[in-house]
């Protein structure tokens, strides 16, 4: 069973960076569909990012992102150590939320067919 340790959250000042990590471990059935989700309170989880490896170098990646973080996050990967960052820039206070590394994303931008999450890390912007 495949298992997810997120780290990186924390209090930012609007305008300011963070970059999350996400450590997966353990059995899957695929890592080429990684996926950052966010959830704030009385919402739904939200996709953010996806990176699509092909697992023949560590460049061949396709990835996507929600509207309203395009052009401010980056989703990337470090093949070598199997780790997935959000580099998140520009932070605004309505990206506040707890952010979710998701492991084999198997419907595009959804979040109900997702094979693991992990445990989440809280990232606040404050105004």
């Known amino acids: 069973q495949v298992q997810l340790l997120e780290s990186g959250g924390g209090l930012v000042q609007a305008g300011g960076s963070l970059t999350l990590s996400c450590a997966p471990s353990g059995r899957s059935f695929s890592d080429r569909n990684m996926g950052w989700f966010r959830q704030a309170p009385g919402k739904e989880r939200e996709f953010v990012a996806m990176?699509?490896?092909?697992?023949?170098?560590?460049?061949?990646?396709?990835?996507d992102y929600a509207d309203t973080v395009k052009g401010r996050f980056t989703i990337s990967r470090d093949n070598a150590r199997n780790i997935v960052y959000l580099q998140m820039n520009s932070l605004k206070p309505e990206d506040t939320a707890i952010y979710y590394c998701?492991?084999?994303?198997?419907?595009?931008?959804?979040?109900?067919?997702?094979?693991?999450w992990g445990q989440g890390t809280q990232v606040t912007v404050s105004s």
């Open positions: 998701a492991a084999d994303v198997r419907r595009w931008r959804s979040s109900q067919e997702v094979a693991a």
């Open positions: 990176i699509v490896w092909s697992g023949r170098m560590t460049t061949d990646t396709l990835t």
